[in-house]
């Protein structure tokens, strides 16, 4: 996208790659519903809360702080 761009270039070296980091960040939470709306895609319907549904369930997403990028401290 932005090809023999020093500034980018520059940029991308102090702050990290932010819409690479922001693609890959989407990427995780469509997957996450695309996981999340099978059951209702898939024509059944899903269980009650609090029923057993013959498989073993997994604790939901917690939401995680990533590092902030290289650089001078922010304010």
């Known amino acids: ?3 023999d761009s020093p500034i980018y270039d520059r940029l991308i070296a102090e702050r990290g ?4 980091q922001v693609r ?7 997957r ?6 099978q059951p209702l895609l ?3 319907h899903a269980p009650a809360p609090g029923l057993p549904t013959g498989r073993p369930t ?3 997403p917690t939401w995680q702080r990533s590092a902030l ?3 001078p401290p922010q304010r």
């Open 1 to 3: 996208m932005f090809q």
């Open 17 to 20: 790659d932010i819409p690479t």
């Open 24 to 30: 890959r960040e989407a990427e995780r939470v469509s």
């Open 32 to 37: 996450e519903v695309e996981f999340a709306m």
């Open 42 to 44: 898939s024509g059944g």
């Open 58 to 60: 997994t604790p939901p």
């Open 69 to 71: 990028p290289p650089g």
